[in-house]
Nanobody, 124 residues
Framework: VQLQAFGGGLVQAGGSLRLSCAAS????????TGWFRQAPGKEREFVAG????????SYADSVKGRFTISRDNARKTVYLQMNSLKPEDTAVYYC??????????????????WGQGTLVTVSS
C-alpha cells in the first residue's frame, strides 16, 4: 500500500489546516491508521489514530481538543483536521497504516506503511 500525505503549509498561530492521507489500495480501508509528526531534532511522535471503521480514535495529549482524525474508506483517505494551531505543532506530518492491530497503537514500530510526509509550519 502506498500512502500519500498532503495538505501541509504555512499558517499563523490560531489557524487551521486539514491534512489528507490517500492510499493506493482499497485494502487500506481495513487498516488502523495513524498520524505522526517529527520536528527538527526530535523523535517521531504519535499525534492521532483511528481504527479501520473510525469508531475508535486516540489522540496525543498535546493535540486533544484541537485535532480531529477521520476517515472516508470509500475514498481510501484519512484526514487530520488541525485547529487552533500553535508554533509547537510545526513539524513534518506522516500518515501510517498498521495492518495487524485492530486498536490504535501509539508506537512507531506498530506501523507497516508510511507516507512521505507533509510539512506544517505554524508562525507565531
Amino acid at each position: 500500500v502506498q500512502l500519500q500525505a498532503f495538505g501541509g503549509g504555512l499558517v499563523q498561530a490560531g489557524g487551521s489546516l486539514r491534512l489528507s492521507c490517500a492510499a493506493s489500495r482499497s485494502t487500506f480501508s481495513v487498516y488502523t491508521t495513524g498520524w505522526f509528526r517529527q520536528a527538527p531534532g526530535k523523535e517521531r511522535e504519535f499525534v492521532a489514530g483511528t481504527s479501520w471503521s473510525g469508531d475508535s480514535t486516540s489522540y496525543a495529549d498535546s493535540v486533544k481538543g484541537r485535532f480531529t482524525i477521520s476517515r472516508d474508506n470509500a475514498r481510501k483517505t484519512v484526514y487530520l483536521q488541525m485547529n487552533s494551531l500553535k508554533p509547537e505543532d510545526t513539524a513534518v506530518y506522516y500518515c501510517a497504516a498498521d495492518v495487524v492491530s485492530r486498536t490504535v497503537r501509539d508506537g512507531v514500530g506498530w506501523y507497516d506503511y508510511w507516507g512521505q510526509g507533509t510539512l506544517v509550519t505554524v508562525s507565531s
